[in-house]
């Protein structure tokens, strides 16, 4: 016996509902025609009393009572369901749809579950001539209609990605008086393994870029655990900060052979001098008022290496008219590499210090970067 709340209620959850077509889904509609040679196929989701379709061939009609519908029989069973001639079946002989329009003969459809195991619809597909389905096809159709259920289930974990990076990015970036702030990130999936943080205490401006190997939900995860470390007991110093964020990555992830790079900063607003950790990031400079590039350069090793090398200290002086520039390394994938300065210096020509962030963050998606690319600018006025 179907427990229709819960079942209403896994169908709500997936937020699949009146959503535009997928390729993905339709791609499987699509070659579930050509292996079966069917009119008619149809990825279904039964609403409270609607049959909506999230993907068809052949039907043109976007949804039907979900009363009169064969997919109703269908989730009401754990296998598939075959009508071989329904004109000949008296459970079906007087339905609508076989009486009149399209004129129904053949029914298969096979239960669409949500990750909780609720049938929420059906893959199908349908004929106006009466055939068969052999033992092995119906094994095909329960394949498709698996692999269905896992796209539609992908999207929820999209969505619930999309809230993952929405919290690895900072809401606000401060603007401390003398000063410009800019940052940005494009993730090359649905979530970054980069992350960024710029915070104000007082007089002190804590900058952050870290960029966990690889990229996905699970670097994404670890970036999240990382900033959210990091955003905790704020009055440690950054040496302090790094050191103890190397020791949890190390014991929670030492041997999973990832590694985080990482550069955090501080800015005394006051005087312009950046205190600074650069654990194997390396991807940070001061781009001069007169137009010279000053490296940062690393300070220590990528964190949770399992090195017994603490990380040192370095200091270096923003001048007015100077910008401080970090970058994840998906930014190397977008520039020319035998003159990285030279393209980036007219890039600032054009768009300016500040403008620079989003013009990289352009390029990131118009060129399809295969990595993560997160830029960060804190730019002192002249």
Not at 69 to 78: D, R, S, V, Y
Not at 208 to 214: I, P, Y
Request: glycine share 10%.
């Amino acid at each position: 016996m179907v427990d229709e709340d819960r079942r209403q209620r896994a169908l709500d959850a997936l937020n699949i509902l009146d959503t535009p077509p997928d390729e993905r889904v339709d791609r499987i509609t699509r070659l579930a025609q050509q292996i079966f040679g069917v009119p008619m196929v149809s990825v279904n989701l039964l609403d409270r009393d609607r049959q909506w379709r999230k993907s068809e061939v052949g039907i043109g009609v976007k949804e039907v009572p979900r009363a009169d519908g064969f997919c109703e029989a269908t989730i009401q069973q754990t296998g598939t369901l075959v009508i071989e001639d329904a004109a000949q079946d008296p459970s079906w002989a007087s339905n609508p749809f076989v009486l009149g329009d399209p004129h129904l003969r053949f029914y298969a459809g096979h239960p669409l579950q949500a990750p909780g195991g609720e049938h929420v619809g059906t893959l199908c597909m349908l004929d106006t001539e009466p055939r068969q389905l052999g033992e092995h096809e119906r094994e095909v159709l329960a394949d498709l209609a698996f692999w269905v259920q896992t796209e539609l289930a992908q999207q929820q974990e999209l969505d619930h990605a999309a809230i993952v990076q929405r919290a690895l990015n900072p809401r606000d970036l401060p603007q401390p008086s003398g000063f410009t702030v800019t940052a940005g990130s494009a993730p090359a999936g649905s979530v970054s393994g980069d992350f960024h943080d710029v915070v104000l205490q007082g007089d002190t401006l804590r900058i952050t870029l870290a960029d966990v190997m690889g990229k996905g939900t699970g670097a994404g995860i670890i970036a999240s655990a990382v900033r959210a470390s990091m955003r905790t007991a704020p009055d440690r110093s950054v040496l302090e900060t790094v050191a103890e964020v190397d020791a949890l990555l190390e014991h929670d992830i030492g041997d999973l052979n990832m590694f985080v790079t990482m550069f955090c900063a501080e800015l005394n607003t006051t005087t312009g001098q950046i205190s600074y950790v650069d654990g194997g990031h390396s991807l940070s400079f001061i781009y001069r008022a007169d137009g010279t590039w000053e490296h940062l350069s690393s300070t220590g090793l990528p964190l949770a290496m399992g090195m017994d090398e603490p990380h040192e200290l370095g200091t270096v002086q923003l001048h007015p008219g100077d910008a401080l520039m970090c970058c994840s390394d998906g930014l190397l994938d977008l520039l020319d590499l035998e003159d990285p300065f030279g393209q980036v210096g007219e890039i600032l020509d054009v768009s300016g210090v500040d403008g620079a962030v989003q013009e990289a963050l352009r390029w990131a998606v118009r060129g399809k970067a295969p990595d993560d690319v997160t830029v960060v600018v804190v730019r002192r006025e002249a």
